[in-house]
């Protein structure tokens, strides 16, 4: 562990960690006393280079943050002149989503309709590494051609209409559409036309067919009971949100599945044979570090994909909330639901930092923009701020935030959860598979697994009180809502991140 006087105290749950460079800007740290000493030195290690790799103006560390591919998994990276892969991941776009139904919490008490729910939503949306429609028999097939559309338009009217989507999700999405460099569709169009001729049509097919599931790790579909706080401005977001008070809430997590991990590989391999050819040196000799100058055609060409692994991720959380409100009613007949919010935390979108445009790379972090913010004009949320959907654990729960003005010292991001604290080999090898189901067991949250993958467990994840203690602390966000778990869906096989 990195003792805590690596970084210097700043506030209640802010700190500065010093570069190795004394003229460039510190690395802003997020974390209270607690969870500042739990960062390993691989992290440290990793954001210091991070933060002095060519054209990096600035570097957040989220109390979540943990050692990642190049760049810390829970890190915000800024820069206004070049694109990194390494700190938006191969999980492109992996994001959360919201679904608020209007089933009550007694509803779903009994476990023998829990356990139906289960079973209702596992026939529709399948789970783990490689799996795709033709794993759940009540999957939505989705044609080659549709599948085209959904990675070069995302989430537009006429795709959703035809995957049964209700059309008005779109605009609780925090990008429903993604464009080429150019701000064009027809540049992702060329682009994935090339990349089938090149070879990759072939692949295409079973990529599109997991439109519509999990993928396995960190992956997972949970139904909750949402607890909205006792305060007037948790009343009020709430409201504005769609939240309903002691009624049924489903999260997800998942990402671009397989098409978003091929494209980020091609561009991960591209850009190392570009370092080669033009004998570049890695920032701090880190090959995960590769990048692209903004407006080069290897930058371009990096930003193409990116877009095309997000629109299908969008889809991709717009069609398992469709099918998991058809499991739902299916079960519960009559139930309806309303998506509450869509938002990513592997992305790197062009914002406003610093009074200029500015790439802001969100590793394992997401946006967190506070009412009045100018991104936010014309949307639901421009009065309140947008929801924040902070996944802790089935045992601890999740949150529903909202950013306050103070968002801005980080970049306005928060994290995107709790945070690994023991790798998966480790969490495998040393905890006890009889404490981690017992743990479900004594609250009675019924999973889809006959045993919980431990390296998923509660206790493979930091103090989820503390993670939400530092973004509270520091200014950052405060609570609309607690999610208590009920159920969970995850890669009932194996653990595959």
Known sequence: MIHNQTIHKTGEATGILPTKNSDSKPITVIGTDAIRVGFDETCIA???????????TDLILNPDAHAGYGAPVGCVMVSPTHIYPGPVGVDIKCSMSLLQLDVPEDAIADKR??????????ERTPTGAGRGQRHAGKSRRVSIE???KAITRGARPEILSELGIPVEWASRCEDSTHFGHDGNVSTLEERLARMERSGYHDRLPGKISQLGSYGGGNHFGEAEIVEIANTDEARHAADVFGLKNNHVAFLSHCGS?????????GQFKALEEFFKKWHLPYPSGDRQLVYAPLGSPEGNAYLD?????????????????????EAFQDVLPGSKGNLVYFISHNIAREEIVD??????????????FPA????LKDTPFADTGHPILLPGNPRDGSLVMVALPGAE???????????RQMGRKNAIRTLDQKAVDHDFDAMDILTNCRNYPKDEAPDAYKDFNEVRNSVELAGLAHTVAKLRARFVIKDADKADD
């Open 146 to 148: 549709l599948g085209r």
């Open 46 to 56: 990793q954001a210091l280079n991070s933060r002095e790799a060519p054209g990096v």
């Open 409 to 419: 010292k980080s970049c306005f991001s928060v994290n995107h959860g709790a945070g």
């Open 372 to 375: 009045g913010h100018h991104a």
């Open 355 to 368: 009074n200029r445009p500015q790439w802001v790379h969100r590793k394992g972090a997401t946006r967190a």
């Open 113 to 122: 309709i829990r356990r139906a729910l289960i079973e209702a939503i596992c």
């Open 305 to 325: 994909d990116m877009a095309m692994g997000a629109n299908f991720a969008t889809v991709n959380h717009m069609l398992i909330n469709a099918l998991v409100l």
């Open 257 to 265: 599945r397989g098409l978003g991990h091929d494209l980020a590989s």
